[in-house]
């Protein structure tokens, strides 16, 4: 029988449930790890509580970027507009994590779910490069290197998803392990790759500080992938 179901089950029920079947840690960013995962987990029990399906909090978690962005090239670049952006995006951060674990409480997880989960996740991250791009070319025309850098971010972002991805896939096939070492030192080390700082790096939107930020954030970016592609390419060969 399915939590949606079974309306007897409590919400603290459904959360003892979640803490005995989350994913490993190991390799993840320190804000995905003990930020964005845990308030996933506190909104996870109440959308299964609620009857909203895993799908449904897909695309909730799609509308929040999508509005941050939109805030980012509609609305004046202001100290106001960095943080809503920020918020809306921090937001759909939560939403993308909680999604899977709705679809675990509501023994609705199947591969059409993970399917969708993964194609809004390679649009997601792209336009929001793209969404700085044109906020810069309408808002702040001067700075055209930040349009190159967020430029530059999207492609990255589509080619990093895509190598992540297919080597999931691959190493199952072919019997290659993608394990990843754990521990806290990777995961604060790993912190200007999580998806967590650049959503709340759109709080210094209206400050001087964002464009420079921005750019460490994708050189940090370079780095990581170039070494993740280089380890991928390694174990399956």
Same mark, same amino acid.
């Given at each position: ?58 695309? *909730?978690? %799609?509308?929040?970027? &999508?509005?941050?962005? #939109?805030?980012?090239? @509609? +609305?004046?670049?202001?100290? =106001? /507009? !960095?943080?809503?952006?920020?918020? *809306?995006? %921090?937001?759909?951060? &939560?939403?993308?994590? #909680?999604?899977?674990? @709705? +679809?675990?409480?509501?023994? =609705? /997880? !199947?591969?059409?779910?993970?399917? *969708? ?121």
């Amino acid at each position: 029988m399915t939590t949606l179901e079974n309306p007897r089950r409590s919400i603290p029920e459904l959360r003892a449930e979640l803490r005995a079947a989350q994913k490993s840690g190991a390799g993840v960013p320190a804000y995905t790890r003990w930020i964005n995962r845990r308030l996933a987990r506190a909104v996870a029990p109440v959308a299964a509580a609620w009857g909203i399906g895993p799908n449904t909090i897909t695309f *909730l978690s %799609a509308a929040l970027s &999508v509005a941050g962005v #939109a805030v980012l090239v @509609v +609305a004046p670049a202001g100290l =106001s /507009a !960095g943080i809503a952006a920020a918020i *809306l995006l %921090a937001s759909g951060y &939560v939403l993308d994590s #909680a999604d899977g674990q @709705v +679809a675990r409480l509501t023994r =609705s /997880a !199947g591969p059409a779910g993970e399917w *969708l989960d993964h194609v809004i996740d390679a649009f997601r991250t792209p336009l929001i490069h793209t969404g700085v791009a044109i906020a810069y070319y309408v808002h702040r025309p001067e700075d055209a290197w930040v349009m190159v850098v967020a430029l530059a971010y999207a492609l990255l972002s589509s080619g990093q998803f895509m190598s992540q991805i297919l080597a999931e896939q691959l190493s199952v096939r072919h019997g290659r392990s993608m394990a990843e070492t754990s521990g806290r030192v990777k995961s604060l080390v790993l912190i200007p790759t999580d998806p967590g700082t650049l959503c709340w790096a759109f709080a210094l939107w209206a400050t001087p500080v964002f464009a420079p930020v921005y750019a460490l954030l994708l050189a940090a970016n370079l780095v990581h992938a170039g070494a993740s592609l280089r380890r991928k390419h390694r174990r399956l060969t």
